[in-house]
């Protein structure tokens, strides 16, 4: 029973590249969420999904494209990549009938040269 | 709009002391209170939640919590610390209408260490 898995684990980009972080969950969780973790600032929420086909803005969008074109994945985009998104990435999913049990995965570690 | 405040950045306490983190929170309404863990290099596991009922919440790992909401506080404690609980934790809070996505805010982390 995996749970939730992110891949890439570890990526380095150079300003203005663009990349993809795949979220991937195991239990028919319906919400999944993307945070951005950095030091001091606890987790921050970037985009968030309710179900399949729908995607919503969360605390810090800009920057950061989602979707969930399979209630099983979430995908994150990074369009252009800047300094600023140097920064450790998790995804975490829930059912609806639990309020407030995230399940994380390990973390996506990005650095932005 | 809800906020969490843990006011410890770093702690460290001695192996077999008693620990209590401390975690504030601001919130309009009767709030959900998470405290969770998260060990080097791995994502974040909950150790226990607090959404009504008796105020003093148990979790894994022998961890505890009290739910003050004179104080807008969710303290976690242990009795005896173990070299193993050295990790950062975090205290989120959330809406008593939980069916909306966008649900917890975290505050930013206290990242504990265990001296031999």
């Known amino acids: 029973n995996a749970g939730v898995t992110q891949t890439p684990k570890f990526r380095v980009l150079k300003t203005g590249q663009s990349m993809t972080l795949l979220c991937a969950q195991d239990?028919?969780?319906?919400?999944m969420y993307w945070y951005r973790q950095d030091p001091g600032m606890g987790l921050r929420l970037i985009h968030y999904?309710?179900?399949?086909?729908?995607?919503a803005k969360g605390e810090v969008p800009d920057g950061y494209n989602v979707s969930r074109l399979k209630k099983q994945n979430f995908l994150l985009g990074l369009e252009s990549a800047a300094p600023s998104q140097t920064s450790v990435y998790f995804c975490?999913?829930?059912?609806?009938?639990?309020?407030?049990?995230?399940?994380f995965g390990e973390g996506s570690r990005l650095t932005v040269l | 709009a809800q906020s969490v405040t843990q006011p410890d950045i770093h702690i460290t306490v001695s192996e077999g002391a008693s620990l209590e983190l401390r975690c504030n929170y601001s919130?309009?309404?009767?709030?959900?209170l998470f405290w969770y863990v998260q060990s080097p290099g791995q994502g974040l596991q909950l150790l226990l939640k607090?959404?009504?009922?008796?105020?003093l919440v148990q979790g894994i790992k022998g961890f505890e919590a009290e739910f003050k909401r004179s104080q807008s506080s969710f303290n976690l404690r242990k009795p005896s610390v173990h070299w193993s609980d050295a990790a950062e934790y975090f205290c989120?809070?959330?809406?008593?209408?939980?069916?909306?996505?966008?649900?917890?805010?975290f505050g930013g982390g206290t990242r504990l260490m265990v001296k031999p």
């Open positions: 975490a999913s829930r059912s609806s009938g639990t309020a407030g049990e995230l399940f």
């Open positions: 239990m028919n969780h319906e919400y």
């Open positions: 999904s309710v179900g399949e086909g729908t995607t």
């Open positions: 919130y309009g309404a009767t709030p959900y």
């Open positions: 607090y959404f009504s009922g008796d105020t």
């Open positions: 989120a809070v959330g809406p008593l209408n939980n069916n909306a996505g966008n649900m917890l805010t």
